[in-house]
């Protein structure tokens, strides 16, 4: 017997999944389990994949569904992972309660580098892995360094082709190779989602902003990602939109949304604030937007790649400056964006949906980019990223790195060469040391 058991933690996810098991992504089994995980900061008061609108239709394609947070409660599926010397004892206690017995066991998992997909895979230490990505952090690197253990037993990677041309650098370290999604079969399956969501407002093609819960990851303050909400309205109205539909992230507070309405009365624009938990691509399908806004929301590409809607973003310059470390998951994301969208500022470029790079280049970029974050991990792509620096940084490209990372690295842009022993030089720190102690003194 074989069971193929398929962890997501999005309704996207499972969309996903469904897409890959209708193109005959994978092999038959006698069995598929969806196995449910609710990563949120407070699962207990937000609802799981499967209390979401529209999860019933996914449903069929799987014969049962399981519930992580059930199995390890009373833990958080995203800080917990078994010890090595439990792994055996954790195999057997899911077989049991998952009427696995002794059956051969694949596993497909998003997000392998962390927990909880990284822990299930530790648990069932023999079963092959198939690693599916739904947003844009499979076009970057693998976030951290992964146990061979598990890498060397992921078969592929799929992914939908939401930058077509640009090929992934998730897990390229072990060989793994990318495989596509259908995109046709992909929309076939969000199509079977069109009438989900039974609360929502018949509006037809308003902007739509597309609102992310930065703050949640330090990379931004609460105030800072309500300024950041502020833009997007004053960059939708600006091109002359009246009427607006705001999505805010599930997770985002409802202060949020209170700011942009008054913002709203201030430009004399009509505003909207959806509060019914709905993939963007219902409302695609729904309300068919005349513009697409947001910072660097996966939807802003499924709205532009999938349903060839009018799309602009807002804010990636500022994130680009504050993610940290350089080698932020994030990074790739926002560097894609920035890359390819335009801004609401530049109304023919929106209106026209020019293209910031041709796919060469952009595929030269996230490279680049990609050897920065993780040299280690992908110490092969040095060459190309040393010559693009040497072509393209002083030409525009000088917003996607850091010179304290160039020079750490040792890669064109950062300290001249004449002077990098500079940062290794102890007599170079202790004057830098004596420097700031000096300074701090005079200010008292």
Known sequence: MTTQIFMASTLYGTATLAAALDAGCFAPADRRILLVSNNTATPETTPAVDEMPGFDRLRTRFDDVVSWNEAIFPFHPGGWQPRPEDVPMWERYLRLAWGLGDDDVA?????IQVHPALGVTQIFADAPLTVYADGLMSYGPT????????GTRVERLLHLDLVPGLTPLLLTEFGVPPEVVPTPV????????????????????????LGQYLSALNILSPGEEEELHVRMLRGAAGLGHERIVFKPHPSAPARFARTLEREAERLGVGLTVLDTPVLAEVLYQRMRPALVVGCFSTGLLTASALYGLPVARVGTGT?????????????????????????PSDPAAVTEQRRGMDTGALTSLVRAVGYAMQPKILPELRPEAERYLTEHLDKGARRYFKKKRLTSLGLPG????????????PAARRMVRRARKLRRSLKR
């Open 414 to 425: 950062g300290i001249p060469q004449r002077l990098a022993f500079l940062p290794r030089s």
């Open 186 to 209: 992909f929309t076939k399956v969000l199509a079977e989602l069109a009438d989900t969501g039974d609360d929502l407002p018949a509006l037809a093609e308003p902007a739509l902003l």
């Open 107 to 111: 596993l497909a998992v998003e997000s």
């Open 143 to 150: 976030r951290n360094k992964l146990d061979p253990l598990v």
């Open 319 to 343: 994130l680009l400056d504050r993610l940290s470390p350089y080698e932020n998951s994030n990074r790739v994301p926002v560097t894609v964006v920035d890359a390819l969208l335009p801004e």
